[in-house]
């Protein structure tokens, strides 16, 4: 079965990596650009199988280009591809109506077997993410309590950092 995709993100480079990279394994790219707003029109116009999209793109961001598919009624899956292991990405994604959040350090392989996946109807989320999700599930903050990097230093850093802070020379403190 061959799939359909149009690819939306702005980094040329990666976009004719992965054009490339998806045709050797039989996906077919409808269009690959580089603007949210073309990206929207193509969709409309091409209907494909899935719309692969990046999260970070200037002018039109991914989120609003995906909020902006399902309101004017583009029913086929949406995946998310981009460098975000963020869970308030990942949830914001997923209940704007996203099917997949795919990171961009996949393997080549994964992530053909998760476009299929989506296109059989199933939401895929990276695996390195599974975790993130599962904490989201279960009601878990989505803010997470990021502790301070200082509370990680020995007695005796803190002092060194100290000393810095006030100018002292590697002689002095030493």
């Known amino acids: 079965m061959s799939l359909n995709i149009l690819l939306?993100?702005?980094h040329t480079l990666f976009r004719e990596g992965l054009e490339g990279l998806l045709s050797r394994r039989n996906i077919n790219i409808l269009a690959a650009v580089g603007s949210g707003q073309e990206g929207l029109r193509l969709a409309a116009e091409l209907e494909p199988d899935v719309v692969l999209l990046d999260m970070r793109m200037p002018e039109m961001d991914g989120m609003e280009v995906l909020r902006?598919?399902?309101k004017n009624g583009f029913k086929n899956p949406v995946a998310m591809l981009t460098t975000s292991s963020d869970e308030r990405d990942l949830v914001e994604s997923l209940r704007s109506g996203a099917q997949g959040y795919l990171l961009k350090d996949m393997e080549p392989d994964q992530l053909v077997?998760?476009?299929r996946d989506i296109v059989a109807?199933?939401?895929?989320v990276a695996p390195d993410l599974a975790?993130?999700?599962a904490r989201v599930v279960q009601g878990d903050s989505i803010e997470p309590i990021e502790e301070s990097p200082f509370a990680k230093l020995t007695p005796r850093e803190n002092e060194i950092l100290s000393l810095l802070a006030?100018?002292?020379?590697n002689k002095v403190i030493a």
């Open 8 to 10: 939306v993100d702005d």
């Open 68 to 70: 902006k598919l399902r």
């Open 113 to 115: 077997l998760a476009l």
């Open 121 to 124: 109807g199933k939401t895929v």
């Open 131 to 133: 975790p993130v999700l």
């Open 166 to 169: 006030e100018g002292q020379s």
